[in-house]
């Protein structure tokens, strides 16, 4: 069971000497702060989403994004300060998502957190998304390194074996898109926004709600990459599949595009079943090749799931299965931590802060990186390629 900690303003200010780290996230569509202290403490956090406005729009404007994210970032870090009861001056360090995300709305956490740790005299620590999401587990209960980590989200799909706070061993990524953004286009072309029990809700959490009530043998989706025997994914196959199936479904039933189909459950369930079996089979393969390879500890073996994707609780229990016949322990942050949110960064910045890494006094060279994904090394044993349930192919 996880642990969050958050404490009372009254208890923090009888007790607390620990330094402290303010985040900030704008890496996509949603902008957070968080105040936490050296021990994982949330002292203080704010989030401001913009999926409402997005999902009426059909998809993420980046204009539009950052037009949200500059309204509202002022307001989210007040709130997340005056909820801690920490002032500015109380504050060790500011640390910010630099990269990877869409460049207009990195921006404008960037020029924001720039100008406060200027104003303040604060040290600045950039963090990178996809490792602040893989490190969140260690905010919750004690992961040691080495440990697996699959991140699955809007933007991005990667296993990868992560070492130490900022060494990634990239073992695998989406050659194409990622699985939250195939479902949240499945999603649309299905007109799921229009369905009463979804209209609030972002794709990939539509897809999984109408799926508890179909039957997905109704629609026989190919499995992607059966060929490549490597860890790398592949959803834009999928998505081709189902709008075809989409287009077939609207011509026997003679319904316009825009029409709700009678049979969104049916490919909702469908979609979800092949998602989650892409996912697991890649990392049942990355978990041959780290055994096979002596990269995995021999106690306690670990993989950490997160990223948006990882709150669907079919995929969850996918990976469970997996994880059950390898012998590694699964660990998935509740939902509200797998989701992009403030607290995630200050985490990586308390790890960073910790163990003294990162953290710059000048921020004169510091910009941001919308394609960055590395950071992440890739792996230097070459590309993991295994057949499952065969020998080792390496
Ligand atoms: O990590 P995140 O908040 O933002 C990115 O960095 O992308 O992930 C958002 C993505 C969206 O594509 C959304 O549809 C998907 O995560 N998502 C889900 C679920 N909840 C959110 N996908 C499948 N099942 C869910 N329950
Ligand atoms: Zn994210």
Same mark, same amino acid.
């Given at each position: 069971?996880?642990?969050?900690?958050?404490?009372?303003?009254?208890?923090?200010?009888?007790?607390?000497?620990?330094?402290?780290?303010?985040?900030?996230?704008?890496?996509?569509?949603?902008?957070?702060?968080?105040?936490?202290?050296?021990?994982?403490?949330?002292?203080?956090?704010?989030?401001?989403?913009?999926?409402?406005?997005?999902?009426?729009?059909?998809?993420?404007?980046?204009?539009?994004?950052?037009?949200?994210?500059?309204?509202?970032?002022?307001?989210? /870090?007040?709130?997340?300060?005056?909820?801690?009861?920490?002032? +500015?001056?109380?504050?060790?360090?500011?640390?910010?998502?630099?990269?990877?995300?869409?460049?207009?709305?990195?921006?404008?956490?960037?020029?924001?957190?720039?100008?406060?740790?200027?104003?303040?005299?604060?040290?600045?620590?950039?963090?990178?998304?996809?490792e602040?999401?893989?490190l969140?587990?260690?905010?919750?209960?004690?992961? /040691?390194f080495?440990?697996?980590?699959?991140?699955?989200?809007?933007?991005?799909?990667?296993?990868?074996?992560?070492?130490g706070i900022d060494d990634?061993?990239?073992?695998? +990524?989406?050659?194409?898109?990622?699985?939250?953004?195939?479902?949240?286009?499945?999603?649309?072309?299905?007109?799921?926004?229009?369905?009463?029990?979804?209209?609030?809700?972002?794709?990939?959490?539509?897809?999984?709600?109408?799926? +508890?009530?179909?039957?997905?043998?109704?629609?026989?989706?190919?499995?992607?990459?059966?060929?490549?025997?490597?860890?790398?994914?592949?959803?834009?196959?999928?998505?081709?599949?189902?709008?075809?199936?989409? +287009?077939?479904?609207?011509?026997?039933?003679?319904?316009?595009?825009?029409?709700?189909?009678?049979?969104?459950?049916?490919?909702?369930?469908?979609?979800?079943?092949?998602?989650?079996?892409?996912?697991?089979?890649?990392?049942?393969?990355?978990?041959?090749?780290?055994?096979?390879?002596?990269?995995?500890?021999?106690?306690?073996?670990?993989?950490?799931?997160?990223?948006?994707?990882?709150?669907?609780?079919?995929?969850?229990?996918?990976?469970?299965?997996?994880?059950?016949?390898?012998?590694?322990?699964?660990?998935?942050?509740?939902?509200?931590?797998?989701?992009?949110?403030?607290?995630?960064?200050?985490?990586n910045?308390?790890e960073r802060?910790?163990e003294?890494k990162?953290?710059?006094?000048?921020?004169?060279?510091?910009?941001?990186?919308?394609?960055?994904?590395?950071?992440?090394?890739?792996?230097?044993?070459?590309?993991?390629?295994?057949?499952?349930?065969?020998?080792?192919?390496?």
């Amino acid at each position: 069971m996880f642990r969050v900690k958050i404490l009372s303003k009254c208890a923090f200010r009888r007790k607390i000497r620990s330094r402290l780290v303010l985040g900030i996230e704008t890496s996509c569509d949603e902008t957070g702060a968080a105040v936490m202290d050296e021990t994982g403490l949330i002292l203080g956090e704010s989030l401001h989403s913009q999926k409402e406005v997005h999902l009426k729009t059909g998809g993420i404007i980046p204009t539009v994004a950052q037009r949200l994210h500059r309204e509202n970032i002022g307001r989210v /870090v007040q709130e997340a300060m005056e909820r801690s009861g920490v002032t +500015q001056s109380q504050l060790s360090a500011v640390a910010t998502t630099v990269k990877p995300g869409l460049a207009l709305s990195l921006g404008i956490g960037l020029d924001f957190s720039l100008n406060f740790v200027k104003l303040h005299q604060k040290p600045f620590i950039p963090i990178h998304h996809m490792e602040a999401h893989a490190l969140t587990v260690r905010m919750l209960q004690p992961v /040691v390194f080495p440990f697996l980590v699959l991140l699955v989200s809007g933007g991005h799909s990667l296993l990868a074996l992560a070492r130490g706070i900022d060494d990634f061993l990239l073992l695998g +990524q989406t050659l194409d898109e990622a699985p939250g953004d195939t479902m949240d286009k499945v999603a649309r072309r299905l007109s799921l926004i229009k369905h009463p029990k979804c209209s609030m809700i972002s794709g990939g959490q539509a897809i999984e709600l109408l799926a +508890q009530d179909g039957d997905r043998l109704k629609f026989l989706f190919k499995p992607p990459m059966g060929a490549h025997y490597d860890c790398n994914f592949s959803f834009a196959g999928l998505r081709n599949q189902v709008t075809m199936s989409i +287009q077939k479904k609207e011509e026997e039933e003679g319904v316009e595009q825009g029409t709700l189909l009678s049979c969104v459950n049916d490919i909702a369930a469908a979609t979800q079943h092949t998602v989650a079996s892409h996912i697991a089979k890649r990392t049942h393969r990355a978990i041959l090749f780290c055994k096979a390879k002596g990269l995995l500890p021999s106690c306690n073996p670990t993989l950490v799931v997160s990223g948006g994707v990882a709150s669907n609780q079919y995929i969850r229990k996918t990976l469970k299965i997996v994880t059950d016949n390898t012998g590694l322990h699964l660990l998935c942050p509740p939902s509200k931590f797998c989701t992009d949110n403030g607290v995630m960064i200050a985490w990586n910045g308390v790890e960073r802060l910790r163990e003294g890494k990162g953290i710059l006094s000048h921020t004169e060279e510091v910009n941001y990186e919308p394609k960055a994904l590395s950071g992440l090394t890739r792996s230097e044993t070459s590309t993991p390629h295994l057949t499952i349930g065969g020998s080792a192919g390496m």
